[in-house]
């Protein structure tokens, strides 16, 4: 059983990591990709009508934001680890660090200052209630939330006051009254009264037991989350550790491609070019549709003039890194064309 160390040192582990890398930010950016799409779909049925401006208050634009990023930041990466393009993976590590940063410095804010963050949260709600008829997005999220947590409004029931059509000065069926997703249900497929909120906004809380549910939705997700401490730091968890593996990931891949830069036998083309080789004298085999895939040896090509007097052991050194073949003959080498063959730590492979 070899150790890590042995392990690490494999062209087995360069060849995990790297396409480890590059299937999980390809996975990620066709979810983006998906997400963006629907954003845009959203976003052209919204314009409609569109009555709301916030961003909070616009889920499709929220779905844009999101599937942009995503799909941006995952591109990034996958070219970054299909290339082993140094700069890439850096700018990918980086971003994906900034952005897992921002999110836990969101949820320590927000459990620092609750009482501020549910003020903005009910202000928003608010917002939204008044054009909850005009905003197909915000009525099926604001409906789902207050059927599946048995809420009613932001802060409380009355909060659907300030409603053109619920506010007790109206004259339509539902003034005075809330949607039929704050009533309380009493039996399974039971027929649901959309009228069931009816005349309850002018009632105090005591004589709506049993009749509409009282408590706001802020309170009662707040409440939810208490009681499903496992469920919510599940939650947490399913949003952090995907960005977190591929922080490790493009970390470990990243200080490998360093490694490999800082190393005498990197095989790069542009070097090999400096020296007078051209493009095409090289001997690409095993390198893959991408030109990218490492192959013990290196690419130069065999001397014709003397193939036997060609030694192709390459020279010892980490076993993952790309290894060029040990220098060729006096006579058929080529002489640089200006210094050292050194410095270069991207592959590149223009004629």
Known sequence: ?????????????????????????????LLGLCVLCVGIYAEVERQKNRTLEGLFLAPAVVLIL????MFTVSVVGMVGSLRDNKTLLHMFLCVLCVLLALQALALIVALIFEKKTSALFQSSIREGIKHYYDDLDFKNILDFVQKK???????????????????????????CGVPYTCCVGHKAGEVINTLCGYNTLNQERVDLDGVIHVR????????????????????????GLPQLLGIILSCVFWNMLVEMSESADMVDFRMLKRAGYEYSELDLSGAGWCLCLPRDGGYLPVPASDPESWDPEPIQSAPHQVQAQQPLPQSASKPPESGPLAGVDEVDNRV
Request: proline share 2%; net charge negative.
């Open 1 to 29: 059983m070899p150790s890590y160390s042995e392990w690490r040192n494999s062209n087995h582990f360069y060849y995990c990591i790297k396409f480890t890398l590059n299937v999980y930010s390809m996975l990620f950016s």
């Open 66 to 69: 999101l599937g942009l990023v």
């Open 149 to 175: 947590f048995s809420c009613c409004g932001g802060d409380e029931y009355k909060d659907w006051g300030v409603n053109q059509y619920h506010f007790c000065n109206g004259s339509g069926p539902l003034a």
């Open 216 to 239: 706001g939705c802020i309170h009662a997700v707040n409440l939810w989350m208490g009681d499903h401490v496992g469920a919510t730091v599940g939650i947490c968890f399913a949003v």
